[in-house]
């Protein structure tokens, strides 16, 4: 039983590598397609080196971005619950990591299972957003009585069904993002992304889009997004560092004067950005052409779902423009529940930073430039007050001072949750079986494309 568990270890650090994962799929499609043996090295080694490119940079963003938290919570006085995914997710492998591990395992099974026989084409790439997801189900699943081996195939197939049928759901937004590119959302932030994208259409026109908005010649600097996105940050960090006060922010900043802190710290924030870009670019460079070997010869017509962050260097003024806009969507939905009486949710900036921004691309692909800030801005509504309803169903992992972030979890968590509540594992089996009946009935259906939704709308 030791080993088994030690084996299942490693097949979960493996498969929560997203580096790993994208490198195993991109050699995978290489091999398929018969390279000689230095391209698939450097087609290999390409995607790995991106990822691990794009994660160095989200760190730095990551870490950029807790002092500014910090600022906030202290100079505004606000205290409550933070959604942050990695905090409650290693809070849970104290109680849950067997059966996380398993479910992770069995869930991508499941994915590559649907990918091969369905018409949901769609490789979940984002290694460890299925980490969460399997861990967020454990928590639900055994709060509704489940254990053992049911628990890991229920969650696995849910898991594994969720990886291919979120990105079908919005797959022609996507592709109005990516311009055609053969890319699908593989991040559990989805739907609050295709909200977005919906909200757009009724609030703005695509062709007015934040990437051409006229600047005059004086201007033009800002059109480098590294620049523009640390003139942004910098005055978002005086402004936290002065409401906090020089003495709490000396805590912060190991003796360095406060608001040169600030500012140092929002310029190391648009480096981090940037190198978000540049591991992107290594990403998109190697990894499409490989995946042709699998689309071809494993997996016909397979279509690669990846990290929201690939999606930033499709409209790099969107991203802030999302980021400012989900940011105060979770201000004001924070102060909602605030007078509603619920538990205050303070918006988390890693979540609105990385999903505000995916939103607000989303947002300008149907809506332009009011479609970035309106569409990120309910993205911000949405991940205040999904996590306030996921905390009930949640169990014991409930009475934590953190939660999920993103809107998937929120929506699928609470659905389940309130299906096992009302109902026990029978509610649970119920939603399973019309997850199942989704991806069977497009098989007897005829569609425009062989992957479901895989087809750009005429503009």
Not at 160 to 168: D, E, H, Q, R, T
Not at 173 to 184: H, I, R, Y
Not at 185 to 198: C, N, Q
């Amino acid at each position: 039983m030791s080993a088994l568990t030690g084996l299942l270890q490693f097949l979960r650090d493996v498969l929560s590598q997203p580096a790993l994962l994208i490198g195993l799929m991109a050699f995978i499609g290489l091999v398929a397609l018969r390279r000689p043996g230095h391209k698939i090295l450097t087609g290999t080694l390409g995607p790995i080196l991106g990822y691990l490119m794009l994660g160095a940079g989200a760190d730095v963003i990551v870490a950029s971005l807790d002092p500014l938290g910090k600022m906030i919570e202290t100079g505004f006085h606000i205290t409550g619950v933070v959604p942050n995914n990695e905090a409650i997710v290693s809070v849970a492998q104290k109680v849950l990591g067997v059966e996380t591990m398993s479910i992770l395992v069995t869930g991508l099974v499941f994915n590559l299972l649907i990918a091969r026989f369905t018409k949901y084409k769609y490789v979940f790439l984002t290694g460890h957003h299925s980490f969460f997801m399997a861990c967020l189900l454990s928590a639900v699943l055994k709060t509704s009585g489940m254990a053992g081996a049911e628990l890991v195939l229920v969650g696995g197939f849910i898991l594994g069904a969720w990886s291919a049928i979120s990105p079908a759901i919005g797959q022609k937004s996507t592709l109005k993002v990516t311009d055609g590119d053969e890319l699908a959302m593989g991040h559990f932030g989805s739907i609050g992304y295709y909200l977005s994208a919906w909200v757009g259409k009724f609030v703005g026109k695509p062709e007015e889009s934040t990437e051409k908005v006229e600047i005059p010649e004086k201007w033009r600097f800002l059109r480098d997004t590294t620049i523009s996105t640390a003139l942004v940050m910098v005055i978002f960090y005086l402004i936290a560092a002065i409401a906090a006060g020089p003495a709490f922010v000396a805590t912060l900043s190991g003796g360095t004067s406060a608001y040169l802190f600030a500012v140092m710290t929002a310029l190391k924030f648009a480096i981090g950005v940037a190198v978000v870009y540049s591991g992107v670019r290594m990403i998109l460079a190697d990894l499409i052409p490989a995946f042709q070997g699998i689309a071809t010869k494993i997996i016909p017509n397979a279509i690669p779902a990846v990290d929201c962050a690939v999606f930033f260097t499709y409209a790099p003024t969107a991203v802030i423009i999302g980021f400012v806009s989900s940011f105060v969507g979770g201000l004001i939905g924070m102060f909602i529940l605030g007078a509603l009486g619920g538990v205050l949710i303070i918006p988390g900036l890693v979540p609105h930073f990385f999903c505000g921004a995916t939103a607000g691309i989303y947002g300008n692909a149907t809506g332009g430039r009011k479609g970035a800030i309106v569409g990120a801005f309910v993205n911000g509504l949405a991940i205040s007050f999904l996590p306030a309803l996921l905390l009930p169903v949640l169990g014991q992992l409930g009475f934590e001072n953190t939660t999920f972030g993103d809107a998937d979890f929120g929506v699928l968590g609470i659905l389940f949750g309130q299906a096992a509540n009302l109902i026990g594992s029978f509610g649970v089996y119920l939603l399973a079986a019309v997850m199942l009946i989704a991806l069977v009935i497009p098989n007897f259906v005829r569609t425009k494309s062989s992957a479901l939704n895989n087809y750009e709308e005429s503009m």
